[in-house]
């Protein structure tokens, strides 16, 4: 179809927001959101325009909004776009931007004073370091100003599985409790309304997310995945990076990406060793059977089972069972995972750890990569390399 038209019903501060897209087909599709608790109205349609913006890449060539958009996102989603489209130009394409106005930025400019910093979570290892670390967004802001996270229903776990995610809400809260943050809830059906490639669209989601708190938060932190030495090293385009979340960002709220600095690994030690206790109740698995608890088996468990043996923690910490030999031959070798395995690599190298599973590991990965080690044995961070390689194992 050639054009979409945007409009919202309802509100945050009625607890709910309905997307409606029509298209110029006839075609009509709605999204609907719930608040756990009423909110204030934002004074633009930023966070519509986000949820929606690669269903529009895929399918229209024009975006008309009834309503309006500050203009900091008007100008930021024309390179949000351009990224998207330079990364996979088969699949997106541009869309040209019609909102019924545009708000100034000093129409939509308020005090900071009384409002505060808002972080999506999902209870994994990258929301609790966000969440817990001195230096954090949610941790920096001046004293007296409000911290609270969002969890939403519909993303991670689905909304017809109401049993799982109110299990993943009881431990959720006792670590947002025990870090005296206020825990809000959204459910949406924008995965089932508007099916995408979901490693691509996340990151606008959670901004989408994030802009609905907009009036009573001047700035919105989404936890990091790659850290930055690895984000132009995997040669795939993940959802939610250091490169694009900040050009989701508005007038009315700054979206900040955190913790890019630090590997995966070092974030589950820097948890093992500091905030224990709440490392213990993180929920970072989506392919077991029961979505609210870690299995144990699956590539982010096995990785995550790694991290703690590196750092010389003891991995029941997060799981029932003890790590064996034989999990190493279930890693899957693809381009997701081995931009996980070679950060645990080198992770387990700088804690001089010398279990029988790096040796394994290594022997698993430098068949593809040979060009890749120094002649010390250490991985060298060659994109060339390390994307020829992986393009041939996938092949």
Known sequence: MTTLTLEVEDAPSLGRQNIILHGDNGDTVRVHTELSAPGSDPLT?????????????????????????????????????????????????????????????????????????????????????????????????????????????????????????????????????????????????????????????????????????????YAGAIASSDPYNYVSFVPHAWGSSPATDYLLSGDEIEIIHDGAGYSRPQKIAYLAEEWRQMLELAQFCWEGDDRSENCGECDKCIQTRLALRAAGQDELICFKTKFERRMIKQLKLSDGTMGDLLPLIDFADERNCSEPWVRDIKEQVSPFMPAMYKSDGSLARSLRYFRSAVRELIS
């Open 45 to 217: 349609l930023d966070s519509p325009l986000c949820l929606v913006i690669f269903h529009a890449m895929q399918h229209c060539k024009r975006l008309k909004i009834d309503g309006v958009i500050s203009e900091k996102l008007y100008r930021n989603i024309i390179a949000f776009q351009e990224a998207w489209h330079c990364h996979y130009p088969g699949w997106y394409q541009m869309v040209e931007i019609e909102p019924q106005g545009i708000a100034r930025s000093d129409d939509t400019a308020r005090e900071t004073k009384n409002r505060g910093v808002i972080q999506t979570f999902s209870g994994g290892v990258d929301s609790i370091f966000t969440l817990q670390r001195p230096l954090s967004p949610i941790n920096t802001a001046s004293d007296g100003t409000s911290r609270s996270a969002v969890l939403v229903h519909g993303f991670d776990i689905p909304r017809s599985n109401q049993k799982d995610f109110d299990a993943l809400r009881k431990r959720i809260e006792k670590i947002t409790d025990a870090a005296g943050v206020e825990l809000h809830v959204v459910k949406t059906s924008l995965r089932d309304s508007l099916p995408s490639n979901w490693e691509h669209s996340h990151g606008a989601a959670l901004a989408g997310i994030l802009h609905l708190y907009a009036h009573d938060n």
